[in-house]
């Protein structure tokens, strides 16, 4: 059945009238474009906030470069502007590590880019702040979750307040938003003034000093170093670090409090996670799942492209990796979908009308946490610690990969799958016995097996990130030896099953506590291994994580100990240089680095005395610090079969 035009949410007056309406409750601004898809935040609150019987517009991408009709053309909502940079900071989408501009914007059509403003929350919300004084403007996404207390942003090198303090904003949802906007919602259709929505969970708003705190009784409060404070002294801002990300992880939390200029930041506890039938409400919404028909000539979306068959199962994430914000935006606890909900939705990715069989991703931010949780509730409730399988997996949470596994098998059941594949990153360590104690091996056997077999298209992509103990352990990741024992289960298996599967590891250069020589014993233990390195990128730091606090301050946030880190350009490529041992080019410098910090041994491994690495030669190699994809062992041959000719 083909879609009509106001199956979308309206994005222009023509498609408001089309609905009929004569005014909208709420105009929803978005640094991305429009798709209509549950992997898309703003068409999720569009949909969630349509769900309450709200009249709801989006304007995707508006432009900031003209006399700003874009911000005008829709006139007043009744309710609120709500304002996202997009599913992105546009920081990130903007800039690569090394701080030069993209070449594409994934979320624009076409790739085009130069469509998202730097910082377009702030932008987008001063704008609307100046058009429209008096409507309120509420902001959410992972731009304004990530910046909703002093943070460290890399692009401009300096300490920023809070996101409401720059963008005037009134209120902040963070993380997940359905939750927070039910309430919202709620309590405006009872006739609460906007200004007196002050005790719903997942907020964050600015109070005048003088102003008395709002009262909860259900609530503790603590408080943390003001901004002014952490621009003077980077300990205690590394020290106000531990106190968030404890509250931000906790199920009962501590309301925070923290002074900016004459301002007091509140920042509400979080709700509790997301029960089945709430997340899968979210997922059942009436999405068209494609783009808006506007863009139809302007070109492909790529970021809707690459999940336009895919399927999302859960929510959060409780590797809490010291470099990754998955769970400072969703949090620590495991948000499960139904096998139902999952299944309804393969069936109407199914029937799309160019679906060829091939689902692409059966995942989450990490593909195999589906349905684990706390064994026991009451041991989770008191919980503080920020990851639940470092530096050991916890004794009360249930691995248990069964579930998962039978969610696979139910899928390939449906008549019109040829394979699913899992697209999302595995955590490799949860299937090694000698990590994952308390699980079932024959468990862990059958999910890796039922993975290699049924749901990998030649490469199984994993994420050890380094080999170097003492980083690892500051990354919250296990040793490099469960690595070692992983790839032996891997290499059993695809012996046994005749598999011939690449097996792919990503790895991190310049995280805080690495130094030169971590990284050559990395480029000597994976050599060793027989790997040359495809998936390696440099650490970018970004809001809301114990790397970006390090990095900034260098102190560790939880043992205020000085740690340290490379920064400089120069640091940052000696680091990243190492992943390319086999290049030509880096022989000479490979030697006199090793040789001055007397290793041999490492240059001995990296380069023996004969000229074994010669044969790699002739290779094409992209090395770059940016992003960097720098190797294909496939190309490779190709190119080598065209030598011989």
């Known amino acids: 059945m083909m879609n009509k035009l106001s199956d979308w949410l309206p994005t222009t007056n023509k498609e408001v009238k089309l609905r009929g309406w004569e005014e909208l409750d709420v105009i929803l601004f978005s640094g991305d474009a429009y798709v209509d898809h549950p992997a898309f935040g703003h068409a999720v609150v569009g949909r969630i906030l349509e769900s309450y019987g709200l009249r709801v517009a989006i304007v995707p991408q508006p432009s900031v470069n003209d006399n700003l009709q874009d911000f005008t053309k829709l006139g007043t909502p009744k309710l609120f502007f709500a304002v996202t940079g997009g599913c992105m900071d546009p920081m990130v989408s903007n800039y690569t590590a090394s701080k030069r501009s993209r070449d594409k914007d994934a979320y624009t059509p076409n790739g085009d880019k130069g469509f998202r403003p730097d910082y377009a929350t702030a932008v987008y919300s001063n704008i609307l702040k100046e058009k429209f004084p008096d409507v309120p403007v509420l902001i959410g996404g992972i731009e304004a979750s990530l910046r909703r207390v002093t943070h460290y942003d890399y692009w401009s090198d300096t300490l920023k307040p809070t996101i409401l303090e720059e963008s005037k904003a009134d209120l902040l949802v963070y993380g997940m938003g359905e939750q927070p906007l039910r309430e919202i919602v709620s309590l405006l259709q009872k006739g609460v003034p906007f200004s007196s929505l002050t005790t719903i969970k997942q907020t964050a708003f600015l109070l005048n000093k003088n102003e008395e705190v709002p009262k909860n009784k ?59 039938s709430e997340i899968d409400a979210s997922f059942d919404l009436p999405f068209t799942r494609l783009p808006h028909p506007k863009y139809n000539k302007r070109g492909a979306i790529p970021a809707f492209e690459m999940i336009k068959f895919s399927i999302n199962i859960h929510r959060g994430c409780f590797g809490g990796c010291s470099f990754c914000t998955i769970s400072a935006h969703q949090g620590k606890f495991i948000a499960s979908r139904s096998q139902d909900s999952i299944l309804k939705e393969v069936d109407q990715v199914a029937n799309m009308p160019d679906f060829k069989g091939y689902l ?13 949780k706390g064994k026991v509730q009451e041991i989770c409730d008191r919980c503080v610690a920020p990851s639940c399988i470092s530096p050991v997996i916890c004794h009360n949470l249930d691995t248990s990969h069964k579930p998962l596994t039978e969610l696979y098998q139910a899928v390939d059941k449906h008549p019109k799958i040829k394979k699913s594949f899992i697209g999302s990153g595995i955590r490799h360590d949860m299937l090694v016995p000698e990590f994952n104690t308390k699980a079932n091996p024959k468990e862990l056997d059958d999910y890796t097996e039922e993975v290699m077999t049924k749901h990998v298209s030649g490469r199984l992509k994993v994420a050890p990130e380094h080999s170097s103990d003492p980083v690892l352990k500051l990354m919250r990741k296990p040793s490099f030896k469960y690595f070692h024992k992983f790839k032996d289960r891997f290499d059993k298996i695809n012996i046994r099953k005749k598999l011939n599967l690449q097996l792919i590891p990503y790895f991190i250069s310049n995280h805080p506590a690495c130094e030169v020589e971590d990284m050559a014993n990395l480029a000597a233990e994976t050599k060793d291994m027989g790997f040359q390195l495809e998936q390696v990128q440099g650490f970018t730091p970004t809001p809301m994580t114990v790397a970006t606090v390090i990095y900034y301050s260098g102190y560790h946030p939880y043992t205020l100990k000085p740690t340290k880190t490379p920064k400089s350009k120069h640091e940052k490529e000696e680091q990243h240089r190492f992943f390319f041992w ?34 790699n030669k002739g290779e094409k190699v992209k090395n770059t610090f940016d992003d960097a994809i720098p190797f294909n062992s496939r190309k490779k041959k190709k190119f080598n079969k065209k030598k011989k000719r």
């Not at 939390?253 to 007091?264: P, T, Y």
């Not at 086999?582 to 000229?611: C, F, H, M, S």
């Open 218 to 276: 259900n609530w503790k409060d603590v408080s943390i170093h003001s901004h002014e404070v952490c621009l003077k002294d980077k300990k205690l801002f590394a020290s106000n670090f531990k106190v968030i990300e404890q509250e931000s992880n906790k199920l009962f939390a501590n309301r925070i409090f923290q002074d900016v200029g004459n301002s007091k930041l509140v920042i509400n506890p979080p709700y509790e996670t997301m029960t089945e």
């Open 360 to 372: 692409s991703d059966i995942g989450g931010p990490s593909a195999n946490m589906y349905k684990m």
């Open 582 to 615: 086999y290049k030509r080019e880096n022989q000479a410098w490979i030697r006199k680095t090793l040789t001055k910090v007397g290793r041999q041994d490492l240059l001995q491994k990296l380069l023996p005395t004969t000229n074994s690495w010669k044969k």
